[in-house]
């Protein structure tokens, strides 16, 4: 009777071969770039006028680049936040006030939220793979693409969120915290509530290695330094609008009205700014811009306090709001494209197409989370690491909307990191079916 002998492969299989390509060769990055680079150029060369915010934002940008202030109908205003209207009033000083000249602001933001995806997948989990999935998943992304040529917030704000947790995550020297401070700084300009993310990372840096009490003090600090530098940052503005409006206003006075539109008796969750009590309160004529806030903040504050329970069971509602619907972006098209009645069944179309592939991202999001969990148990590592900081990303805009209300464009910021941890699920996937391939045979 002869002896089975076991007989090993000495050569990878093909999946490995692969991966292996698509994670060193030059070439496959190249191609993602170019893919990434064209999608978004090419939805540049749909005409589409600006609406709802976009309307606001861009004229705001309009009278910043020709001297005429930040104003509403000739009043000086602080209702949107000014941080977009800032940066962009730079580029229309530069090249004129135009459609193009927005664009060509997006696709620069939109290049290096790219670029910062990619850093961060490779730092986050060390794996060239998964970076270069995450990077493709995003250049794909319909929704992401979508909001390029619009005049909205979110492809400016997400380069900054992005580039203020790499300037965290990647610190070597307390400078660098200044960077960071000065990043964040800009990016609570842009949308106010910013800085709630900050002590999310630095939780996660404090937690990931021992010892963990003796390293408080001096993370406490370099959160402090951060905040400190962002604060700097944003009181040039907050003294604007005291000497503007004659009242002290942090960033912007769309607080309360946002928190009252959230929170009363008809509310759904949603923002919903045809309810009855906020349609009354619109209509007010004795309230001015920063009283107007006030009353606003003081109603839904105590709707609150006096509704608890309804306040709590309408928590669920935000939170399905913020993340179970996706492509906002066609509304802008719906409302400000000339081609839309024209080619609706396409936008349409791709509308349904961008739901299933939102679905698949979050799924993979949420797989990602179980199987590193259970493979850093596996390995006895500490379960505290930079790979949760893409939770604490997606735990932020949860957090706000708990108070105010649900809707789906505030996750537009967290998506990089979907992308960057759903291709770390599936190269790891990848990975783990080309090992299975190469099992033994028997002879």
């Known amino acids: 009777m002869s002896a089975q002998i076991l007989d090993f492969p000495t050569r990878p299989s093909r999946l490995a071969l692969r991966l292996e390509w698509f994670a060193t060769d030059r070439s496959v990055l190249l191609a993602i770039w170019a893919l990434y680079f064209a999608l978004r150029v090419a939805v540049l060369l749909i005409d589409v006028a600006p609406s709802s915010d976009a309307i606001s934002y861009f004229a705001r940008a309009a009278d910043l680049a020709n001297g005429l202030g930040y104003r509403d109908k000739g009043l000086a205003t602080a209702f949107w936040p000014p941080g977009l209207p800032l940066a962009l009033s730079v580029m229309f000083h530069q090249f004129g006030v135009s459609h193009v000249s927005l664009g060509l602001f997006n696709l620069a933001a939109s290049m290096l939220t790219g670029l910062l995806t990619l850093a961060l997948g490779r730092h986050i989990f060390?794996?060239?793979?998964?970076?270069?999935?995450?990077?493709?998943?995003?250049?794909?992304?319909?929704?992401?693409?979508?909001y390029v040529p619009l005049a909205l917030t979110?492809?400016?704000?997400?380069?900054?969120?992005?580039?203020?947790?790499?300037?965290?995550?990647?610190?070597?020297?307390?400078?660098?915290?200044?960077?960071?401070?000065?990043?964040f700084g800009f990016a609570t300009l842009v949308k106010a509530q910013t800085l709630v993310i900050v002590p999310l990372i630095f939780a996660i840096d404090w937690l990931r290695v021992r010892p963990v009490w003796k390293r408080l003090p001096g993370l406490l600090t370099e959160g402090l330094i951060v905040v400190a530098v962002s604060a700097l940052?944003?009181?040039?503005?907050?003294?604007?609008?005291?000497?503007?409006?004659?009242?002290?206003?942090?960033?912007?006075?769309?607080?309360?009205?946002t928190l009252l539109t959230g929170n009363h008796d008809t509310a759904t969750g949603d923002f919903t700014p045809d309810a009855p009590v906020v349609k009354r309160f619109m209509a007010r004529t004795d309230l001015d811009e920063v009283s107007s806030d006030i009353e606003a903040a003081r109603m839904g504050l105590t709707w609150i306090r006096d509704n608890p329970g309804k306040f709590l069971a309408l928590a669920p509602k935000k939170m399905m709001r913020l993340w179970l619907p996706d492509g906002e972006a066609e509304w802008a098209y719906q409302a400000g494209a000339p081609s839309y009645p024209r080619f609706e069944a396409l936008y349409r179309a791709i509308?349904?197409?961008?739901?299933?592939?939102?679905?698949?991202?979050?799924?993979?999001?949420?797989?990602?989370?179980?199987?590193?969990?259970?493979?850093?148990r596996h390995e006895r590592l500490r379960w505290t690491g930079w790979w949760l900081l893409p939770y604490a990303a997606a735990l932020y805009p949860t957090?706000?909307?708990?108070?105010?209300?649900?809707?789906?464009?505030?996750?537009?910021?967290?998506?990089?990191?979907?992308?960057?941890?759903?291709?770390?699920?599936?190269?790891?996937?990848?990975?783990?079916?080309?090992?299975?391939?190469?099992?033994?045979?028997?002879?």
């Open 126 to 146: 060390g794996n060239e793979a998964a970076a270069r999935g995450g990077l493709l998943l995003l250049a794909i992304y319909p929704n992401a693409i979508g």
């Open 351 to 376: 509308r349904y197409v961008n739901q299933g592939y939102y679905a698949l991202l979050m799924l993979g999001f949420a797989a990602a989370f179980v199987v590193m969990t259970l493979r850093r």
């Open 154 to 183: 979110e492809v400016f704000y997400t380069t900054l969120l992005l580039a203020g947790c790499w300037a965290l995550m990647t610190r070597t020297n307390r400078w660098q915290l200044v960077g960071a401070g000065l990043i």
């Open 399 to 443: 957090l706000i909307c708990l108070l105010f209300s649900g809707q789906s464009r505030f996750h537009y910021p967290v998506m990089p990191f979907v992308c960057i941890t759903t291709g770390w699920l599936a190269a790891t996937a990848v990975e783990r079916l080309a090992w299975r391939k190469r099992k033994p045979t028997l002879h």
């Open 233 to 257: 940052v944003v009181l040039p503005w907050t003294l604007r609008n005291h000497a503007q409006l004659g009242h002290w206003v942090v960033v912007s006075t769309n607080g309360g009205y």
